[in-house]
């Protein structure tokens, strides 16, 4: 059964870190791109970041640039996002996908785990 779950939300203060994980199961997730994606109250969906299967590139949003981090460790067909300095701003919902490219349409999704930036 393929499926990706995500891990690691919770309640974190501003400036603080925070690092979501992205646990495949029932395919190899270093063949795909894995992408990170993010929805506030009230807001639409949006891509926070992107790493590739290829060469390993990897892509964030403008507004996450230099504070968040993606990474896997294909030996535990995982994928992380580490968030430092976060800001009130990063409380969403965190969602994992994967697809053939960063580009690409993702075909799989985890449902999410929440992250809320709150003192």
């Known amino acids: 059964q393929v499926q990706l779950v995500e891990s690691g939300g919770g309640l974190v203060q501003p400036g603080g870190s925070q690092r979501l994980s992205c646990a495949a199961s029932?395919?190899?997730?270093?063949?795909?791109?894995v992408a990170w994606f993010r929805q506030a109250p009230g807001k639409e969906r949006e891509g926070v970041s992107c790493i590739s299967s290829s060469d390993g590139s990897t892509y964030y949003a403008d507004s996450v640039k230099g504070r968040f981090t993606i990474s896997r460790d294909n030996h535990k067909n995982t994928v992380y996002l580490q968030m430092n300095r976060v800001e009130p701003e990063d409380t969403a919902i965190y969602y994992c996908?994967?697809?053939?490219?960063?580009?690409?349409?993702?075909?799989?999704w985890g449902k999410g785990t929440l992250v809320t930036v709150s003192s």
């Open positions: 996908a994967t697809g053939a490219g960063c580009l690409d349409r993702m075909d799989y």
């Open positions: 029932g395919f190899t997730l270093d063949n795909y791109a």
